[in-house]
């Protein structure tokens, strides 16, 4: 089972960098590593937890 997995997780991650360099490519207004960090402080934010008063 882990082959399969692994092959999956493998294969998302490279069809990710290839969207995220074609994106860079047209030359956005938000390139793809801002937008990677700007999800994870907001990850970071969400996982912190609340004071409850």
Known sequence: MSGPV???ING???VFEVVADSYDE???KMPT???IQAQAQALRLAQEP???D
């Open 50 to 52: 609340t004071d409850p």
């Open 6 to 8: 692994n092959s999956l």
């Open 26 to 28: 047209t030359d956005p």
């Open 12 to 14: 998302s991650i490279l």
């Open 33 to 35: 590593e801002k937008i």
